[in-house]
């Protein structure tokens, strides 16, 4: 029986079977082997397969071919003096009769002349033909000489004939230098010296693979959690919403971050199945967690509850960022996640250390791609063969970031150049003031590069115009100094880039709690609208909006309000503003309350006011704005997420008292 499906799982009968059965006998024998590499170029039913059995074992998957350009490997392999000869064909063009038995170096025109004509891949990665190796670098003391073969005919297919060479005689010619030599002590201390690395795994291996898998531990329910210490909310959109959890820590109740986050993560499950849905149908993960060093912790927990086995069309990608929840009275963990009610999303997820990007080890992916909208995991500034960072100041962190950041992109045939909707830049408050306003220089240079590139190579007429959102972390995975997570539009085969226009509404959103329009609102966010489809909008309230916004003279029906706004320091009324923007926005926009998938407020803990009072004051807010609002539904949960952060804006100066993001797509 063989598993035919692109995603792997173990089936019984399979070759992948065979493969995990020798593998762990080599490991068995062999214990100090920890990675297996494989030459997968760009075949994902290939390295998936791999990447499933090393990750049942243990092991770490190289595959540093990957995603790499086939006809400059060629060219290398046939450079460093690799031999290989065709033993099977089955491809347009490829005859048996003609081109079995042939070198790659002779066929290396007639393979590129192939490639334009049909397509094919020139390193047969489709399975265009197969290689025998006779001699390489490698072939230290012989190379492979064949006396005969004969060639079967599989197939007489008149388009693509498919036939193979099967040896039938061989012998082994020794090199230069080394049959001469074949006796002397020199030679045998060499030939240990080059071959010390190869071993033999000897005996029977054992048949039974599933009896091997590595089990999954299960999470216990050592904490008990109090319904007033967990907060939940959920935006109100049906198809697409966010779920947030986080949990009010007191003293009485402080646990460490394997507690609090198996509690949150138990939380969240349970929600999803409230709803009918489990963790295949999410499609991103941000995990927030107190302490940067704890984060081993954090995933030991975390893959207990988001497995493969759970996400059969793949796992959500996800970000982690250290904050500071325990100044603002949260608990160590704090979970968002992004809920789609189909699962129609597409995963890429690469397990394997290569030189495209960096790897995945582990359940979650680099990107998922759903109804339009290409959310990427936070990309650090890691250098992809290595998976350690560059050395450096924080813009060379960002730019590798964003190289990684391009590759990704490419696999949707997209570029973070013209198809961003908006980037989260996560900076690390380690990174001096003096550097961050360098981060967002480079970041607009690099991305203006790009598309000079992009117009110069495929005449792109048109690219989106992001927004940017500036995010100030305690710290972030390996120390990095900077994170950073595009969001991306893409688009359908059917239309192209310079259909991605912004389209102005002609209705006008009432005014509310006595705000009206000014020119200087205007200044308070960027907006970036997709073809009627999404809307995003980062709003910023800044020291000197707040001011301005709290100084304005208010008639005599808001004196009542004005009075409650100095009660809770001003933040009342600053928090209307804040909605009454957004509603203004979106309204103008030709959206609604229930379209919006996702809405954060980010505020720092210098505001020295706990969380559930900020939340209290919001929530209260969009009471009074459902009220004056009948089609807008605010029942139960809030709407929005509450992000306790050290800093954030839409400049890498990060000094705003409140800031916004909001996103919105229609159904």
Not at 376 to 386: I, K, N, R, V
Not at 408 to 418: E, G, P, Q, R
Not at 462 to 477: E, G, H, T, Y
């Amino acid at each position: 029986m063989r598993h035919q499906k692109l995603s792997y799982r173990m089936t019984p009968g399979d070759e992948v079977e065979d493969m995990y059965i020798l593998l762990n006998e080599v490991k068995r024998q062999i214990p100090s082997v920890t990675a297996v590499s494989s030459g997968a170029i760009a075949s994902d039913y290939q390295r998936l397969r791999v990447e499933s059995v090393c990750s049942r074992l243990g092991l770490v998957s190289l595959a540093y071919l990957w995603k790499q350009d086939q006809s400059l490997l060629l060219q290398e392999m046939i450079t460093n003096g690799i031999n290989a000869i065709t033993v099977k064909v089955a491809a347009m063009g490829l005859e048996p009769g003609k081109h079995l038995g042939k070198e790659i170096a002779s066929l290396d025109p007639y393979l590129h002349k192939l490639k334009e004509s049909y397509g094919i891949n020139v390193c047969g990665e489709g399975g265009e033909y197969e290689t025998l190796t006779l001699d390489c670098p490698l072939f230290v003391n012989a190379r492979i000489v064949l006396d005969e073969f004969q060639v079967v005919l599989h197939s007489a297919d008149s388009i693509a004939p498919v036939g193979v060479l099967h040896p039938l005689a061989f012998h082994l010619e020794y090199k230069a230098g080394s049959a001469s030599l074949s006796g002397s002590r020199e030679t045998e201390n060499s030939i240990q010296e080059k071959t010390g690395l190869v071993f033999e795994v000897q005996g029977e291996c054992p048949q039974n693979s599933e009896a091997m898998c590595l089990p999954v531990a299960e999470v216990t329910d050592s904490v008990e959690v109090t319904d007033n210490r967990l907060n939940i909310s959920r935006t109100k959109k049906d198809n697409t919403f966010s779920i947030c959890c986080w949990l009010q820590e007191t003293q009485k109740t402080s646990a460490g971050l394997l507690d609090d986050l198996g509690v949150v993560l138990k939380q969240i499950e349970s929600k999803l199945v409230r709803y009918g849905f489990d963790w295949g149908h999410v499609l991103y993960i941000h995990l927030y967690i107190s302490d940067m060093n704890e984060f081993a912790v954090a995933n030991e927990t975390y893959v207990k509850f988001i497995t493969h086995e759970k996400c059969p069309c793949g796992v959500p990608s996800r970000s982690t960022i250290e904050l500071p929840l325990l100044e603002v009275g949260l608990g160590k963990a704090y979970i968002e996640v992004l809920v789609a009610n189909d699962q129609s999303k597409r995963v890429l997820h690469v397990q394997s250390i290569s030189c495209w990007a960096p790897s995945c080890i582990g359940p979650y992916s680099q990107a998922t791609l759903h109804k339009e909208v290409l959310q990427m995991a936070g990309q650090l500034g890691l250098d992809p063969p290595t998976m350690t960072l560059c050395n450096g100041d924080p813009t060379v962190e960002l730019e590798q970031a964003l190289q990684n950041s391009e590759a990704v992109a490419k696999c949707f045939n997209c570029s973070i150049s013209a198809s961003a909707i908006y980037f989260v830049v996560y900076c690390s408050t380690y990174v001096a003031s003096s550097e961050r306003l360098k981060i967002q220089e480079k970041l607009d240079a690099f991305l203006k590069q790009m598309r000079v590139w992009h117009f110069e190579e495929r005449s792109m007429s048109k690219v989106l115009d992001p927004i940017f959102l500036f995010v100030l972390a305690s710290n972030l995975p390996k120390s990095a100094l900077v994170e950073i997570k595009p969001i991306l539009y893409v688009t359908d085969d059917s239309e192209t880039v310079s259909e991605l226009v912004q389209y102005l509404s002609c209705m006008k959103a009432p005014s509310h709690w006595g705000f009206q329009h000014a020119d200087w609102h205007e200044s308070c966010f960027q907006k970036c609208v997709v073809h009627e489809k999404i809307c995003a909008v980062i709003l910023s309230i800044t020291c000197e909006i707040a001011a301005r916004i709290c100084s304005e003279s208010l008639d005599a029906s808001q004196s009542k309000d004005c009075q409650t706004s100095q009660a809770d320091g001003g933040m009342g009324r600053l928090s209307r503003f804040c909605i009454y923007l957004l509603n203004k926005i979106i309204v103008e926009n030709n959206f609604s309350w229930e379209d919006v998938t996702n809405l954060r407020l980010y505020f720092p803990p210098s505001l020295s006011m706990p969380m559930v009072t900020l939340s209290a004051i919001f929530s209260s807010a969009f009471d009074e704005l459902a009220v004056m609002n009948p089609r807008m539904k605010i029942d139960g949960d809030s709407i929005f997420n509450l992000v306790p952060v050290l800093g954030a804006g839409r400049s890498a100066t990060m000094d705003d008292i409140i800031t916004c993001e909001l996103f919105a797509q229609k159904s």
